[in-house]
């Protein structure tokens, strides 16, 4: 039997190789059937999982809720020293030096990544801006964010931190950072579901040691990891708890 593997959709793109050399590692390890589906949004994505085609993912915070509550999905682990932290950025030649800065009427670029955006437009609250005095510019991808910012279509950008470190010089030196969110207990999660559970014990025991192996090792370098450590039931559920508590805010 074959099990489907994915990874959220807002994951680096110079890391789609490092997902497949991770994807043939797991097969290896586990002596089963492995197939790797890549989507270009969360819609979609989403859709499949709600539809059973998903066994195993590399899900954000917003989306362990639904995995979790509702289709029995059960977190495993969780990068080291890697959370979600969220960046509000603006064109290096802006005026704006602070949040407080901005006005009533700004265009914000985001994506689809629901806990960033969520974050971000929490992060604008000392300026008095929400949903009923902001536009805001919904993009696929963080390079498209920044394009926003540096063609002057948006006055600020939200970012995934990961996501910003990882654009080139280039584009990083034409913007600067206004602010970056420091909740350290939000991260992106190992999921599996209902189907692929008999297998916990084993894949838990390989991601654990994958980084004193060298050919793990390389496969995590790829991904740009550092390694994997195990994550609670009840550090899952404080992490869902959190990030719902902030959706509904």
Known sequence: MAYNLTVSPDFAPDHISGWYFF?????????????????DCFDQQRKDIRDGKVDLIYANPYDASMLVREMGFKAIARPVSKPDETVIAVHADSDITSVEDLKPGITVATTDDPDVHTMGMIMLEPADLD????STKQVDTYIIVAKNLLKGDAEVGFFLKDAFDELSDLIKNQMKV??????????????VGPGMQEHIPRLEE???????????????????L????????????????????????
């Open 23 to 39: 994807n043939t590692w797991l097969q290896r390890q586990l002596d089963v059937g492995v197939h790797l589906e890549l989507y």
């Open 131 to 134: 949903g009923s005095n902001v």
């Open 178 to 191: 206004l602010v970056s969110s420091q909740i350290s207990v939000v991260h992106h999660s190992l999921l």
């Open 206 to 224: 390989r991601l654990f040691s994958m980084h004193e192996d060298e050919k793990g090792k390389g496969v995590l370098e790829s991904m740009n």
């Open 226 to 249: 550092e390694a994997w450590e195990a994550m609670t039931e009840e550090e899952t559920e404080f992490m869902i708890d959190l990030i719902d508590t902030l959706v509904i805010e």
